[in-house]
């Protein structure tokens, strides 16, 4: 039996994924692949990528290669975790003495011919001392090593295996050491093929043609020579759950950015001891910590009822990289678990009040049977006094391995646990179980993939834990996300429809308004849209100003719009300047954006002159909905005859516009005035194209 047979027989791969695995690893053996020019194996965070690569590595066995060197993050958890994986899969075949897996850093000295005729994986960390090891393994203490064919895995490619930062100044003087030993190791093998494995291909994808270090020096990109997609299997949850689902507005629970700001560093003025139960700057976290309880007790009565042994839950928070943020975050949350335990005895009744709120929102996207409200309480309070909350500050390698199972996943200890930490969390290690993820990272400049790898929510969950799943963070922070992941599934599309020729088109508006190519190098990737078929876009999170202010605008819109009873196609100008005065009746609330010009330069890229206008009027939409979030659905989404109904089917080949005519009364959170609110709708022919506000160029003084 082949090593390739063994690991399909054994690790059942599906039908797709054996074709995945099939033709990467065909695609190695056949096309030249090299440091610039690599074989990518693409996956979504936390889909398989691993289970997938040592598929590739088991078939190029088979065909010719004797040695693989895997790269993996300079990270100790994640070094263990992929190789107790490889020795789990290759068990059978390690013991027949076919395939031998090494850490480098723990590997003998004394290796005989006996084993390096063997089949042989060399783990190896993207650090310093890891590439050193391997080098004089490879060409000083075992030479021969340097001349079987060798398969490079670089694993988690984008974080440092790409011969550029994103730092332009640091760019031009400097080339990653990394970078630079592996490029030395693949040279001096002279059979070899390089397969690079991500979920975050974009500091890959998006790279300039050449980057000029001085007069005599250009280093060239590293660029995919082919593409393979890793497929998603039947319980994994991404994006789509957090950002497109029908609850997904019930996952995201809003944090207010003065409440992050509490959290950074300890002041007793904002965050009392004594008031951690009723203080507004810690009212997300109090509200994290208490639906993380009802969450996690209500799976654990599910899971008794049927008869099945009880699940112990995970919660992470990630808001600061220092490590005095993540002491003090826990100690707030020691202090919440204190409060809620004396409240029990001293106020009953405040303490069932608040397990109710908790339980009342759980409950509204809760899957299989709903336990009493009163057992429920009584076994979130049987956890506070048993103590089955553990907490748990994670911010250094030593915390990690301390926390590691024998898998290296971080090890669940408790019912229920609280894992706080910064970056060390970030990428690679698994968290089981994990229902809640207080999450505040919010830089100035936000890099796709390093916001998709914080996105530790994704991977392999039970649906029924989905259900009780809640992230918090930011409004700010949440749309941003949210284009990041539109970002995300854009590009994925384009390469499952485009093959290896990327096919997603970059434009950006010029100071004229108009739409002009961009290069995808230049993009700040906080400041993206995606433009697809039939996509909404529209101001949200905003107030009017006056009526005294607003008056002079909102006669002229009346007056312009007052004979469109039927839906009608406008010449685009027209539509351009009933935009432009919309703009000065709107003001955008701090964590919102929305930019008229920008509108109208979408609506020109997407029109070939004209727009379909729809009015719709007397309309009292709420500023806030039921939970408090701001509404992001005025144009009443439901029904054929709806204006987005009928936005969509008249937008084929031309974009449209809804234009509500709200009554803005003050009743509904608004300043008493009408005011009217515009939603465009992207043509079904539209092609898939990023666009980006602003660009590293428009950026500069």
């Known amino acids: 039996m082949t090593i390739y047979e063994y690991l399909k027989r054994t690790n059942e791969y599906s039908e797709v994924l054996q074709k995945v695995i099939e033709r990467t690893s065909d695609k190695l053996m056949m096309e030249s692949t090299s440091h610039q020019r690599p074989g990518m194996l693409l996956g979504k965070i936390q889909s398989g990528k691993t289970r997938a690569f040592i598929g590739v590595i088991g078939r190029s066995f088979d065909q010719g290669m004797d040695v693989a060197i895997i790269f993996t993050k300079a990270s100790n958890a994640l070094a263990k975790q992929t190789y107790e994986r490889l020795s789990k899969e290759y068990a059978h075949l390690i013991e027949r003495d076919q395939v031998r897996v090494f850490d480098i850093m723990r590997m003998p000295p004394n290796l005989r011919n006996y084993d390096l005729s063997k089949k042989l994986i060399f783990i190896v960390k993207k650090e310093t001392k890891n590439m050193d090891r391997i080098q004089e393994a490879m060409f000083t203490t075992y030479?021969?090593?340097?001349?079987?064919?060798?398969?490079?895995?670089?694993?988690?490619?984008?974080?440092?295996?790409?011969?550029?930062?994103?730092?332009?100044?640091?760019?031009?003087?400097?080339?990653?050491?990394?970078?630079?030993?592996?490029?030395?190791?693949?040279?001096?093998?002279?059979?070899?093929?390089?397969?690079?494995?991500?979920?975050?291909?974009?500091?890959?994808?998006?790279?300039?043609?050449?980057?000029?270090?001085?007069?005599?020096?250009?280093?060239?990109?590293?660029?995919?020579?082919?593409t393979e997609l890793v497929p998603t299997f039947k319980q994994y949850v991404g994006g789509e759950t957090f950002f497109e689902s029908e609850h997904a507005d019930r996952y995201f629970q809003e944090i207010q950015e003065a409440e992050l700001t509490a959290l950074k560093k300890q002041d007793l003025r904002r965050v009392k001891k004594e008031t951690l139960l009723t203080s507004r700057n810690v009212a997300g976290l109090r509200q994290a910590f208490l639906h993380f309880l009802v969450g996690a007790t209500i799976r654990r009565i599910q899971q008794k009822n049927k008869g099945e042994k009880p699940q112990k839950y995970a919660f992470m928070m990630h808001t600061e990289r220092g490590k005095a943020a993540h002491v003090w975050q826990a100690t707030i949350v020691q202090h919440i678990e204190n409060q809620l335990h004396k409240l029990i005895d001293e106020e009953p009744r405040k303490w069932q009040e608040l397990v109710q709120a908790s339980f009342e929102n759980v409950k509204e996207t809760l899957i299989g049977d709903i336990p009493s409200l009163q057992t429920v309480i009584t076994d979130v309070q049987k956890a506070l006094q048993d103590e089955y909350v553990l907490t748990s500050v994670v911010n250094s390698e030593q915390d990690v391995s301390l926390l590691l199972d024998h898998t290296g996943q971080l090890r669940l200890s408790s019912p229920m646990n609280i894992f706080i930490g910064g970056q060390i969390l970030d990428r690679g290690v698994t968290i089981n179980q994990l229902i809640g993820f207080y999450y505040g990272r919010n830089p100035n400049r936000y890099q796709q993939d390093t916001v998709l790898q914080h996105s530790r929510l994704y991977?392999?969950?039970?649906?029924?834990?989905?259900?009780?799943?809640?992230?918090?963070?930011?409004?700010?922070?949440?749309?941003?996300?949210?284009?990041?992941?539109?970002?995300?599934?854009?590009?994925?599309?384009?390469?499952?429809?485009?093959?290896?020729?990327?096919?997603?088109?970059?434009?950006?508006?010029?100071?004229?308004?108009?739409?002009?190519?961009?290069?995808?190098?230049?993009?700040?990737?906080?400041?993206?849209?995606?433009?697809?078929?039939?996509?909404?876009?529209?101001?949200?999170?905003?107030?009017?100003?006056?009526?005294?202010?607003?008056?002079?605008?909102?006669?002229?819109?009346?007056?312009?719009?007052?004979?469109?009873?039927?839906?009608?196609?406008?010449?685009?100008?027209?539509?351009?300047?009933?935009?432009?005065?919309?703009?000065?009746?709107?003001?955008?609330?701090?964590?919102?954006?929305?930019?008229p010009d920008e509108q109208k330069a979408l609506l020109r890229h997407m029109s070939t002159g004209h727009v379909w206008v729809i009015v719709r009027k007397n309309r009292n939409i709420r500023r806030f909905d039921s939970e408090g979030n701001v509404e992001d659905a005025p144009d009443t989404p439901s029904g054929h005859n709806s204006e987005l109904g009928t936005a969509k089917r008249l937008a084929q080949t031309e974009p449209a516009i809804i234009l509500l005519r709200q009554n803005g009364e003050k009743q509904h959170g608004w300043m008493g005035t009408p005011f009217w609110w515009p939603i465009i709708v992207a043509p079904l022919n539209s092609q898939t194209a990023v666009f980006a506000k602003k660009t590293k160029e428009s950026e500069r003084p």
Request: with cysteine.
């Open 143 to 226: 030479p021969s090593l340097s001349e079987r064919n060798v398969l490079f895995v670089d694993d988690e490619a984008d974080l440092a295996s790409v011969s550029y930062e994103r730092d332009e100044r640091k760019n031009v003087t400097d080339v990653r050491v990394i970078s630079l030993k592996i490029d030395q190791l693949r040279k001096k093998c002279p059979v070899s093929a390089y397969l690079q494995v991500t979920a975050t291909p974009y500091s890959l994808y998006l790279q300039p043609d050449e980057r000029k270090i001085h007069d005599h020096k250009v280093f060239a990109p590293v660029r995919p020579a082919f």
């Open 459 to 595: 991977g392999a969950r039970d649906p029924e834990d989905v259900s009780v799943t809640r992230f918090y963070t930011s409004r700010n922070i949440y749309e941003m996300m949210k284009r990041v992941h539109e970002f995300d599934q854009a590009l994925r599309v384009s390469i499952e429809s485009g093959g290896d020729d990327q096919q997603v088109i970059f434009i950006q508006k010029d100071d004229e308004n108009k739409i002009i190519p961009c290069s995808p190098n230049k993009l700040l990737l906080s400041d993206l849209n995606v433009i697809k078929p039939h996509k909404r876009f529209l101001p949200v999170g905003f107030q009017t100003g006056y009526k005294t202010h607003l008056k002079k605008s909102i006669d002229w819109l009346d007056q312009q719009l007052v004979h469109v009873q039927q839906p009608e196609r406008l010449p685009i100008n027209i539509v351009e300047k009933l935009i432009d005065e919309i703009g000065h009746t709107i003001h955008m609330q701090p964590g919102f954006s929305w930019d």
